[in-house]
């Protein structure tokens, strides 16, 4: 059996085993939404396909990952025909998958023919077909029109590429040399933890890294138990709300959290959420349980070893058709949004329970846009951004600006990258003033950003949402600012929807937009003097 001091070291071999195929994905992947905006993770999980250890990522992903692993073996892959040198791959939402940008490979590792793990990443790649370039189509109405829908299948094979599966993907794409190389980061570094856990392995045995596994988890699920052990009982609501679907545009999307806390566990009932709607602002399960999960650890009172131990005391009831639970054959592509606003309403039922924790509303949404360049001689550029705003105040201090927050943990795009790539000019990026909700607190504020067309042509995809629902203040604070998205053509400036496909630029044409802030925490009139005024000469307000 292994002391303490043992399963410490290999709780921490693990978690630098993702951490090293998390560099690796960085290194050596082709796309700027990769290599720039880190839009990927990687983890390790158990022979069961439970979540070990993970990378400093994607909540997002990372707290869906050991569902998707799950689903495939359960359903999908037999786990006795899946070989230590096989890579599984699949993108598919209702194979327990998020949306089809997002590719999930998994490779198994063995021990004396045993198997002891699994290793997985998962990269949101620039194009998987579909609609509109970048995949991240608005209007689409149903899944079969986002994009290339890969099914569980083994890419590679007793150490052999599927060549089938690589010539049926490129043929779909519009950018398959950036993909493909994407992929092939994926698959590096699935050898490179693969790799370093047979390096652990010679050294503790399948066995014990099978007891390490399991003494993993369970510490992990004594301290959130723990933690949730020193919250009230008590049942707390809250609604937050989606603009529209993008087809319904009258139509907002309800958010409704009911969270009971009893004892040393945690119920968490969405089915007072919208019924599934006809555009892409859907979520399948594995997305909103990360946003249940994601919620609880950031509300709990002391840190501990994110893995799936620390779900097991958090149950989570939605029933199927509700938007948070979309039935096949849903479109789902904008799932962030809706895991996003789930994450808001969870904070403010959990505000009720542990009030001195949660901070008021972030920007509560990815600001996702796509511009694809199209040249004199027909080449054609596409560029994924996904842009963020400012964090929402907590009780002892301001929020913090233009931070990537909740469910995404993204970098942003530098603007030489991204001019040294397409025909495009970024004319502004700067701290928008006056868009953080007052208060005590200040929230943080949100992000203008402006793109020039450069080239002949050009088609520009938007799918964003907080244009007219504010990100929330707590106890007396304000409402952040909502978003805006505008045009500039000739001078001329008109708005623009902010879920629209594949709307026709010109060179010169200018597309700018403004994020949300994040909303204020306590009563404004108690706002420090000294604070206001630095807000007024840093122009964080000006007003």
């Known amino acids: 059996m292994l002391g303490p001091i043992e399963i410490e070291v290999i709780r921490n071999a693990l978690t630098a085993a993702a951490a090293e195929m998390d560099v690796t994905v960085w290194r050596t992947s082709r796309s700027t939404i990769v290599r720039e905006l880190l839009d990927y993770s990687t983890a390790v999980f158990d022979a069961e396909g439970n979540n070990l250890a993970q990378s400093a990522r994607i909540p997002s992903h990372l ?14 892959v037999d786990p006795a025909t899946w070989g230590p040198d096989d890579v599984v791959i699949s993108n598919d939402p209702y194979c327990g998958g998020q949306h089809l940008p997002d590719i999930c490979a998994f490779k198994p590792v063995f021990h004396d023919g045993r198997r002891i793990a699994f290793v997985g990443t998962l990269c949101h790649h620039i194009d998987v077909g579909g609609l509109v370039a970048g995949s991240y189509a608005a209007k689409a109405i149903e899944i079969f029109q986002e994009g290339l829908r890969i099914p569980p299948l083994k890419l590679i094979e007793n150490g052999v590429r599927n060549e089938g599966v690589w010539a049926m993907i490129r043929q779909n794409i519009r950018k398959p040399d950036l993909l493909l190389g ?184 990815s600001y996702v846009c796509t511009f694809q360049t199209v040249a004199a001689d027909a080449r054609r550029e596409v560029l994924v951004e996904i842009e963020i705003g400012g964090t929402g105040a907590h009780p002892a201090k301001d929020g913090v600006n233009a931070l990537s927050s909740g469910m995404h943990n993204n970098s942003n795009i530098p603007i030489e990258m991204i001019e040294a790539q397409a025909p495009l000019t970024v004319t502004r990026y700067e701290l928008l003033a006056d868009s953080g909700g007052i208060g005590t607190r200040r929230g943080g504020l949100g992000l203008l950003r402006e793109w020039r067309v450069d080239s002949p042509r050009c088609f520009f995809t938007a799918n964003m949402d907080r244009f007219v629902h504010a990100p929330y203040g707590l106890a007396g604070g304000g409402p952040a600012a909502t978003g805006r998205l505008v045009l500039t053509r000739d001078g001329a400036e008109s708005p623009l929807p902010p879920k629209s496909d594949n709307v026709p630029l010109q060179r010169g044409d200018r597309v700018r937009l403004e994020t949300s802030g994040g909303g204020g925490f306590g009563d404004p009139a108690a706002r420090d003097p000294a604070a206001r005024a630095r807000d007024l000469a840093l122009g964080y307000v000006t007003r």
């Open 182 to 365: 994407d992929l092939q980061s994926q698959i590096a570094s699935l050898e490179v933890g693969a790799a370093a856990l047979r390096r652990l392995a010679t050294r503790y045995g399948a066995e014990g890294m099978l007891e390490a596994g399991r003494r993993i988890l369970d510490m992990s699920e004594a301290a959130m138990r723990a933690a949730i052990g020193r919250m009230p009982d008590g049942t707390y609501q809250f609604t937050d709300w989606l603009d529209d679907d993008g087809i319904e545009l009258d139509k907002p999307i309800k958010l409704h959290v009911a969270l009971t806390i009893k004892g040393e566990e945690i119920s968490v009932d969405l089915s007072g959420c919208s019924p599934q709607v006809q555009g892409p602002t859907n979520a399948t399960l594995a997305s909103s349980n990360a946003a249940v999960m994601f919620a609880v650890m950031c509300a709990c009172d002391e840190p501990f070893a994110a893995n799936a131990g620390c779900y097991r005391p958090i149950s989570t009831f939605a029933p199927e058709g509700l938007v948070v639970n979309a039935r096949h054959p849903a479109p789902v592509v904008h799932r962030i949004a809706v895991t996003h606003r789930l994450l808001n309403a969870m904070f403010g039922a959990l505000h009720q329970a542990v009030p001195d924790r949660i901070p008021a509303a972030y920007y509560g949404n």
């Open 63 to 76: 707290n869906s990952m050991s569902h998707f692993l799950r689903e495939l073996l359960d359903r999908y």
